[in-house]
Each structure stands twice: as structure tokens, then as C-alpha cells.
């Protein structure tokens, strides 16, 4: 009953916007699955027409279901906020795993997340050595999330295509340790990244990116971030193989001083190669705080890298959404979608008051 009552309301959607949408019953997580599932199918090819799934306020519990697979084009899925929406799933802790717990896995291009929440509620204190669980696993590219909160501790957001390109708008991150990771070129504009406690105690550090780029030119590179830091010390990045790049720009720090003194961690994982800098950083005055210089020696085995991590003023400069992405401008994108999303939610009654 209820998947004819879903099957109704998407025919009438589509019916009063003269275009492929797909209204979610509040709450109702089946419907969902099969939404993304109908998605897959009839945008199947690169040069489909947007389709778009809209989810009202509300809580989709997947369970334990992971790794749900977008793998249509063009495919929106907007919520009605960031923070009423909320997406989870919760993966039992034996089976954690980079590649194993994802609660999306988009395969797809040119797909859009806008005003809602992602969360993988594995028991991250309780699973022992690692705790990885993803909200976010990303083998497609030109991807985008605008004001999309991830909720999760180890690898929350995992960009798993070695040639893509990504772009963040307004969102929040949430992590521990290399909570942020993967390859690819990835934008991120304005976003909150918050370091939660790395243990239940608070002791060691976070770690909030581990980048592992090697086939596209930029990697990393945050662009008037804020981090918000709970309680454990952290550290702008680390290397996880590869060339990684990590670039901070005008990144204001709340708590400047859990910051590491290195800033950057200079061991690493898998590589000693390292393109890790920053500039402008500010404290939550809006003053600059950016050290004069520093200079960091990355160490793996018998290899060492010594490198000075603030940029000059003209180095800076080399980086713009326009510079990175020359073929494909995602600020635009997202102004449009804004557009297009503002006029959805009205016909539906998803604006917020």
C-alpha cells in the first residue's frame, strides 16, 4: 500500500512540474531507496534531464544498509534543511571498513546534494582500533554538496576517484581522523569542519584531511573553512599516499591553540610527498594569525621532504574556483540549483519559515 501511495504522489509530482520529481513520504525510508532506485534507472545515461527527489524534514533510518548505490546522472537529492533531514544508517562495527560502510556510494555525474543531513551512527568509540564509516563514498565526479552536514568519526567523506573533480558549498564536516579523504580535486567553500573527540577521554589528536591525490593537479584545498575543535588536539592533514595536496586558505581557527605546532602532520602514512600549505589563517576575531613561517621535514622510512608550509600573498593567488575548475564552474551550478530548488519546495511546502 504504502509503495502505490509513493508510486501516486511522484506521478502527481511529476504531473504539476512538467518534469521528472519525486516527493518523499516524511519519514519513510523505503520509499527513499526506491526513489534512488527509480533515479538509477531512468537517468541511467550521461546526458539525462535533471531529475529531482525532494525529503521533507524528517528522519530515514536505512539501518543497517550500506553502501546504496547513486549511480544515474543529474540526479538532486534536496532536503528540506540541513539539519531537519537527516539520513543515517549504522553499520555493525565488525563489519567497519573504508569501502564497506558508505551510506551512499554515488557512481554518477553531475549529481547534486542540497539541505540535509548525512549520518553513519556506527559505534565509533566501541569498534576498537578503527572506526571507519562513511557517509559519503564518491567514485563518481562533479559532484556537489551544498549545505549537507556529515555526521561520522574516521573517513566521514571519502572522494574515491583518482581523476575527479568535487565541490563543497556551505556544508559541515564531522570527524576525527582523516576524516576528510580520498583523491581528486575537491573544493571546499565555506564549510564548518568540526574535529569531534578522537576518544572518549579526549586524548590523542585528530586529524582532519588525508589526502592520497596523484592524477589531477590541485587535491585538497579549503577556502574560508572555519574548524571548530571539541576537544583533542589536531592537525590540518597528513599524507596517505601518493602526491597528496592540502591547501588552507583563509581558514579561521575557533581554538588556534589545539592546533599542533607542526600544523601539518609530518609523518604521514604512506608517502613523505608532500604539498601541504596555508594562508591567511585568522582566530574567531577575524584577526590574522598566520605564522611568519613554517617550516616542516616530512619523514617516511629513510625519506625526508623539508618544506616552508605559509604561502606568499602571489602563490596564493594561484588558486580560484575558475583556476581549478576551468571547465566546469560549480558556483554557478549552485546558483542555479537555488534557483530551481527555492521554486520546488514552495510548490511542495518545504520552504522554511
Not at 516527493?23 to 541511467?44: G, R, S, V
Request: charged content about 25%; proline content about 3%; aromatic content about 10%.
Amino acid at each position: 500500500m504504502r509503495r502505490s501511495l509513493f508510486l501516486i504522489v511522484s506521478l502527481w509530482a511529476v504531473m504539476i512540474q512538467a518534469q521528472e520529481v519525486m516527493y518523499i513520504p516524511k519519514n519513510d525510508a523505503k520509499a527513499l531507496l526506491l526513489a534512488i532506485e527509480t533515479a538509477n534507472k531512468k537517468n541511467a545515461e550521461k546526458d539525462s534531464k535533471p531529475l529531482y527527489i525532494l525529503i521533507p524534514d524528517g528522519f530515514y533510518d536505512l539501518g543497517g544498509t550500506v553502501l546504496t548505490k547513486i549511480t544515474g546522472h543529474h540526479i538532486a537529492l534536496i532536503g528540506q534543511s540541513m539539519e531537519g533531514t537527516i539520513i543515517q544508517n549504522k553499520p555493525d562495527t565488525k563489519n567497519e571498513g573504508i569501502s564497506k560502510t558508505a551510506i551512499f556510494q554515488n557512481r554518477g555525474t553531475n549529481n547534486y546534494f542540497q539541505d540535509l543531513t548525512l549520518k553513519n551512527a556506527l559505534d565509533y568509540y566501541a569498534a576498537g582500533w578503527a572506526g571507519r564509516a562513511v557517509t559519503l563514498q564518491d567514485k563518481g565526479t562533479r559532484t556537489i554538496c551544498n549545505r549537507v552536514r556529515m555526521l561520522s568519526y574516521q573517513d566521514t567523506y571519502y572522494s574515491d576517484n583518482d581523476q575527479a573533480q568535487f565541490f563543497f558549498q556551505d556544508s559541515e564536516i564531522h570527524g576525527t581522523v582523516d576524516f576528510i579523504c580520498g583523491d581528486g580535486d575537491v573544493w571546499f567553500e565555506r564549510c564548518k569542519i568540526v574535529t569531534e573527540k578522537r576518544t572518549l577521554d579526549g586524548s590523542g589528536r585528530c586529524v582532519i584531511a588525508a589526502p592520497k591525490t596523484s592524477k589531477t593537479p590541485w587535491g585538497y584545498i579549503f577556502n574560508r573553512c572555519t574548524v571548530e575543535n571539541i576537544v583533542s588536539n589536531f592537525e590540518y592533514a597528513r599524507g596517505w599516499n601518493g602526491t597528496p595536496h592540502c591547501i588552507m586558505l583563509h581558514t579561521t581557527l575557533l581554538t588556534p591553540e589545539r592546533l599542533n605546532p607542526t600544523r601539518f602532520d609530518y609523518q604521514g602514512m604512506n608517502t613523505v610527498q608532500n604539498d601541504f600549505k596555508e594562508y591567511g589563517t585568522m582566530d574567531a576575531q577575524g584577526r590574522d594569525i598566520t605564522p611568519k613561517s613554517n617550516v616542516v621535514t616530512f619523514e617516511r622510512k629513510e625519506e625526508k621532504h623539508t618544506v616552508e608550509t605559509i604561502m606568499t600573498a602571489d602563490e596564493a593567488k594561484r588558486y580560484s574556483i575558475a583556476g581549478v575548475f576551468p571547465d566546469w564552474r560549480p558556483d554557478k551550478v549552485v546558483k542555479k540549483q537555488e534557483k530551481k530548488s527555492r521554486k520546488l519546495k514552495a510548490a511542495y511546502g518545504l520552504m522554511d519559515n
